[in-house]
């Protein structure tokens, strides 16, 4: 099974200021990697596919990077309807397709 | 529009039994596989079984596997989750998630379920 770790648990990010999470893969998952952000109340709502492909209708704002186990979601200028969980999946070896264990975007 | 919506789900006894569905909508249900996601309290989010396309495929999580039967009918456009000798740490809200499929195979999750609350305790 590829465990894949967020990092960190919680970051707190001023309005307009960039956020960066990292997600790390325990092997090679090439490029098969998606970001979802997840509300409270909510179905969580994909953002990224194939580590850096914006899903229909997702903001400029948010960019994805990164190869093989390191990898980054980047919010370049936070608004506070961005206060969410982001969970990093791995779809390059199942089964299981694995999630991290998420990053909680707080505003400052 | 594309949609799948929910149904079942609630508070049940620790050893119960609880049946999950999940109708969809808006495109051609028999071209994707079909998934159960959950989010146990406080935790991440954790894939506990897929279906294939015809049935022929279905595969859970080690956390579930031989309480939880994952089916489909694709007649109606459906897919549920069959939950016997339920245990506490099953409590989660439960997804149906359809894949994307883009090189036909099991990949990213673009279409969720509203999520169903699933509670088991005495």
């Known amino acids: 099974e590829i465990v894949m770790t967020q990092s960190p648990a919680t970051l707190s990010v001023s309005p307009g200021e960039r956020a960066t999470l990292s997600c790390r893969a325990s092997q090679s998952i090439s490029s098969n990697l998606a970001w979802y952000q997840h509300k409270p109340g909510q179905a969580p709502r994909l953002l990224i596919y194939g580590t850096s492909t914006r899903a229909t209708g997702i903001p400029a704002r948010f960019s994805g990077s990164g190869s093989g186990t390191e990898f980054t979601l980047t919010i370049s200028s936070l608004q506070s309807e961005d206060l969410a969980v982001y969970y990093c999946q791995q779809y390059n070896s199942w089964p299981p397709l694995t999630f991290g264990g998420g990053t909680k975007v707080e505003i400052k | 529009q594309v949609q799948l919506v929910q149904s079942g789900g609630g508070l049940v006894k620790p050893g119960g039994s609880l049946r999950l569905s999940c109708a969809a909508s808006g495109f051609t249900f028999t071209d994707y596989y079909m998934t159960w996601i959950r989010q146990a309290p406080g935790k991440g989010l954790e894939c506990i079984s897929y279906i294939s396309r015809g049935s022929n495929t279905k595969d859970y999580a080690d956390s579930v596997r031989g309480r939880f039967t994952i089916s489909r009918d694709n007649r109606k456009n459906s897919v549920s989750l069959q939950m016997d000798s339920l245990r506490a740490d099953d409590t989660a809200v439960y997804y149906c998630?359809?894949?994307?499929?883009?090189?036909?195979?099991?990949?990213?999750?673009?279409?969720w379920g509203q999520g169903t609350l699933v509670t088991v305790s005495s």
């Open positions: 998630a359809r894949p994307r499929m883009v090189d036909g195979t099991l990949d990213f999750f673009d279409i």
